[in-house]
């Protein structure tokens, strides 16, 4: 009865999702609402209101009551919808612990001898589970909304839980007519088939739900925007309540992005980073366009700029995450989370694609002329910057794009398979990520408004001279570094000391947490840059094949095998080498593994590294030879690590960001009531 109980939370919460699109939209047909919004409207002259009692005052009538009476029952709509879908998902959870095989789902993606923390996380492992999870982030998304939104004005409220209501109602479709996740197997499986193995790690446990936060936090940015185009209420204010869930959504996706990219290096036992992946580029869009959004949007809260621009990146970073989505779940992909492999089901994620991106941008094409332009400011300023960074970042974007769907439009088109991969990545964004930096450094050092060249240049002369020096220092020191790590490797220092220097000559204790939580993000920007042009530049690789006793060199470490054994595991058996690393000192040992999983049956590569101040080991056990010898490939990664902690940082820096700004806010809430 789990199962059917979990289909029938999941259905109730599709009619609670559908009605509360209804309330929605009567709500917005009411004309009280109308005159309510038109009449603190300041520039619009008293003459050209509508004069009836109905449009200027509600009190007391019965549009104001119906009014009053819809609006309050969304919000207890959209709570009670968010518990139900949550509730389906907690259920489906439960079969996967208890290995239900009589649900057609656990039986294809669980097994009873898998570690309690993989069956758990089996429930997310897979197409059906994972859009599950997506509907119940969203839903719970539109609750938190309902619930903690109290500063955008109540009309442009509805239209944003309209919005969400109308993306989840898609969705939910999706789930109960395309991808149930609650079929039964009649009769029920003998025994599971198992979660691909490369996916039973911690990091993959916990992984997607952080970055699904993220995909299914940008909803609400998106669906603020469209709120904001219904009642055309694009202001300082708008953004000011914006502003906190658009940063909630990228900190997640920086986490999410990070611990992936972590992830893929430790696991998949080819010693990279990032691959530029179809999949790893469906999380990076997204991110770059909320990083856009996010500037964007603290010029519009700050200084009244960029309206349509920040109403417009709102629409795209959404949209991001519905073609990565569309990527990851339509099978037009092959990889190891990539999801599903049932092009009928991509029909429909590409309809719901179509409908939602189109919708959105032809609703912004025939509001945007209603959405008054903002303050001006001067090129040389820092909203000027923020602009260039908009650009930078959209420009970027663009070729990521471009880059993912061109071979998979192409191949459709042709049937001729086309492979885009990091040459072109790193030659068609690499230079416009440094110029990136270059901005990223400048900006937080103008002054609003205007700002004039002397002064400005006397604020950048340190950072300046640090990069010159930087860059001297290190092309004699390595004369065979190429340019892009080498210009990479040197900005990294000026963006790390130009971060900094908005701190300079103020009073620490008084600064605002949001201060610190920028400085922070941007220095963690600057170490991140400094790891992957290190990785880039000074990375040793040995392909050997070892006999037991042999030494191998790799960078300034001596690697001897002293043997290979057999292991095994709850559900699996290895094979795995003892290694003995020194460089001068006490040797270390290492443990890597080629491990067999009978269910389903994989072989994998479990590396093994050895983190050092100043880089990873990074060693792993292949196949054995006819002749006895192992496969042994062996890396030596100068900080690398910075990448991750970069990348940490980065996301330390948005979660000190979005304390500081709620924090704010109360005080500034407590202070107007104080006033009142």
């Not at 009073?507 to 947490?513: A, D, G, K, S």
């Not at 080991?617 to 042994?632: F, I, P």
């Amino acid at each position: 009865m789990i199962a059917e109980a979990g289909l029938v939370a999941l259905w109730l919460g599709a009619a609670l999702c559908a009605l509360q699109l209804v309330l929605v939209v009567l709500a917005l047909k009411t004309p009280f609402v109308l005159s309510e919004v038109e009449a603190r409207e300041a520039s619009a002259p008293p003459a050209a209101r509508p004069s009836t009692s109905l449009r200027t005052n509600g009190e007391g009538n019965e549009a104001g009551e119906t009014w009053r009476a819809l609006s309050s029952a969304i919000r207890p709509v959209a709570v009670a919808q968010g518990l139900l879908t949550c509730l389906a998902f907690a259920l489906l959870i439960l079969l996967f612990v208890r290995v239900d095989l009589s649900v057609l789902l656990v039986a294809q993606n669980d097994h009873s001898e898998k570690p309690f923390l993989y069956r758990f996380a089996a429930s997310w492992g897979n197409h059906e589970g994972s859009m599950l999870m997506w509907v119940s982030i969203l839903s719970i998304a539109g609750a938190a909304v309902a619930v903690l939104e109290r500063r955008l004005n109540e009309r442009t409220l509805v239209a944003t839980l309209g919005g969400q209501a109308a993306i989840g109602l898609g969705f939910y479709a999706f789930l109960l007519f395309a991808s149930n996740p609650f079929a039964r197997l009649t009769p029920p499986a003998m025994e599971g088939q198992g979660l691909n193995p490369l996916l039973q790690d911690p990091g993959l446990a916990f992984h997607p739900p952080t970055l699904y936060l993220g995909y299914v936090g940008l909803s609400v940015a998106f669906s603020f925007a469209i709120g904001a185009l219904v009642t055309r209420d694009v202001g300082p204010a708008f953004a000011r309540a914006m502003r906190p869930w658009v940063l909630g959504a990228w900190i997640f996706l920086t986490i999410g992005i990070t611990a992936g990219s972590y992830w893929a290096y430790y696991e998949l036992g080819w010693g990279g980073w990032w691959f530029w992946d179809p999949v790893e580029n469906a999380s990076l869009m997204p991110w770059l366009a909320a990083t856009a959004l996010l500037h964007s949007v603290t010029v519009l809260a700050t200084r009244d700029g960029l309206r349509a621009w920040t109403v417009m990146l709102g629409v795209v970073a959404f949209s991001m995450s519905m073609v990565g989505t569309f990527l990851v779940r339509s099978g037009i992909l092959t990889s190891v989370h990539a999801f599903a492999v049932d092009p009928r089901r991509g029909s429909f994620l590409l309809a719901l694609l179509a409908l939602y991106i189109g919708g959105a941008l032809a609703l912004f094409a025939l509001r945007v002329g209603t959405v008054r332009e903002g303050s001006r400011f001067d090129a040389l300023s820092r909203e000027g910057s923020l602009v260039l960074n908009n650009l930078l970042l959209t420009v970027i974007l663009g070729i990521v794009l471009v880059g993912t769907l061109y071979p998979l439009i192409l191949e459709g088109v042709t049937g001729e398979k086309l492979s885009v991969g990091p040459p072109y990545f790193n030659s068609a964004a690499g230079p416009l990520a440094l110029i990136l930096g270059v901005v990223m450094v400048a900006g937080p050092l103008m002054r609003w408004r205007r700002e004039e060249v002397k002064p400005l240049l006397r604020r950048l002369a340190p950072a300046a001279a640090l990069v010159l020096i930087a860059l001297v220092v290190i092309k004699v020191t390595a004369p065979a570094i190429g340019i892009l790590p080498l210009l990479g490797l040197g900005l990294s220092f000026g963006i790390m000391l130009g971060s900094i220097e908005p701190l300079i000559g103020r009073n620490l204790r008084r600064t605002p947490l949001f201060t610190w939580g920028m400085v922070i993000a941007h220095f963690g920007i600057g170490v991140a840059l400094a790891g992957m042009a290190c990785d880039s530049a000074f990375t040793a690789e040995r392909l050997v094949a070892a006999s037991v006793g042999d030494r191998v060199q790799v960078g300034p470490w001596q690697v001897t095998l002293k043997a290979v054994t057999p292991g095994f595991g709850p559900n699996w058996t290895s094979m795995d080498a003892t290694l003995e690393a020194a460089r001068g000192g006490a040797p270390v040992t290492l443990l890597p593994q080629a491990r067999y999983y009978w269910a389903p049956p994989t072989e994998t590569s479990e590396s093994a590294i050895l983190t050092a101040w100043n880089g990873q080991l990074y060693t792993v056990l292949g196949s054995q030879a006819e002749d006895g010898r192992w496969q042994l490939r062996l890396w030596w990664k100068p900080f690398v690590t910075l990448i991750w902690a970069g990348g940490g940082l980065v996301a330390l820096g948005g979660a000190l960001a979005l304390i500081g700004r709620v924090l704010r806010e109360r005080r500034s809430a407590k202070n107007r009531e104080a006033t009142a």
